[in-house]
C-alpha cells in the first residue's frame, strides 16, 4: 500500500485562544448641528435598523459556534450586535473596556463622519500618514494599538484551548490586524459593519487567519 501525505488542515496550536473579531453593526447616522450621546468621551450611538439586522444576521451566523464566551466593549453599539448571538447561546457577555473605539478627540459625537466626508485637511492628513493623533485632541495610533494588544492578550490568556467572540469596532479591527501582521496602521481599516475577522493568540504571538468575512451578509 502506497503511504499518502494529504495537504495540511489547520488547527490552532495548543495553548492558543481562537477569537471571532466581530464589528458592530452599522449605527445611527450623524447629522449636522447633532451629537450622540456620549459616554466616557466617546460616542455612543445605538444600532441603526440595517445594523440590527446585521446582528441577527451574525447570531445565525454563529450560533452553532463552540464558543466559550462573549466580550464587548463599554459602547452600546456592541451590546446591541452581540445580543442575538448571547441569546442564541446562553451566554452573558463580558465588558472589556479597553478594546472601546479610537478616541477622536474633538471630532468624536459624530463629527468624525462629518469631517470625513468633507475631506478636512486634518483627515486627509491623518489617512496619509495612518497617524491618529492628527485630528484634534485624538488619541495616537501607537497608545490605540498598545491598549488594544495588552486587552488581546490578557482576554486570550483566559481562553486558552477555546474560540471566542469579540463584538469591536472597526477602528480596534484595523489595529488588532495590523499589530498581529506588522502591516501598516491601516492597512486593515475599514472592515465591513458586521464582518468577521478571526485571530490565534498563542501567549504573546498574535495570527491573522481571516479578515472582513461577510458570507452571512447580503
Not at 464566551?69 to 459602547?75: E, M, N, Q, S
Amino acid at each position: 500500500m502506497t503511504t499518502e501525505y494529504r495537504q495540511h488542515v489547520y488547527r490552532p496550536p495548543a495553548g492558543a485562544c481562537d477569537m471571532l473579531l466581530i464589528r458592530h453593526g452599522e449605527s445611527e447616522p450623524a447629522r449636522p448641528g447633532a451629537t450622540f450621546a456620549m459616554k466616557d468621551g466617546h460616542g455612543d450611538p445605538a444600532l441603526h435598523p440595517d445594523g440590527e439586522a446585521q446582528a441577527r444576521r451574525v447570531g445565525e451566523r454563529l450560533k452553532s459556534a463552540p464558543l466559550a464566551a462573549i466580550y464587548v466593549t463599554t459602547l452600546r453599539r456592541t451590546h446591541q450586535t452581540a445580543a442575538p448571538l448571547a441569546r442564541h447561546l446562553g451566554i452573558d457577555p463580558v465588558i472589556e473596556p479597553d478594546l472601546r473605539e479610537v478616541h477622536l478627540g474633538d471630532w468624536d459625537g459624530g463629527l468624525y463622519r462629518i469631517k470625513a466626508a468633507e475631506g478636512a485637511p486634518e483627515f486627509e492628513r491623518a489617512r496619509a500618514r495612518q497617524e491618529w493623533g492628527e485630528l484634534p485632541g485624538a488619541e495616537t495610533t501607537a497608545a490605540l494599538h498598545r491598549r488594544v494588544r495588552a486587552a488581546l492578550l490578557r482576554i486570550a490568556a483566559r481562553h486558552a484551548d477555546a474560540q471566542i467572540a469579540v463584538v469591536v469596532h472597526g477602528g480596534v479591527i484595523g489595529a488588532a490586524m495590523a499589530v498581529a501582521s506588522g502591516a501598516e496602521p491601516f492597512a486593515f481599516n475599514g472592515a465591513a459593519n458586521g464582518s468577521i475577522s478571526r485571530l490565534v493568540v498563542l501567549g504573546e504571538q498574535m495570527f491573522v487567519r481571516g479578515f472582513n468575512d461577510v458570507a452571512h451578509l447580503d
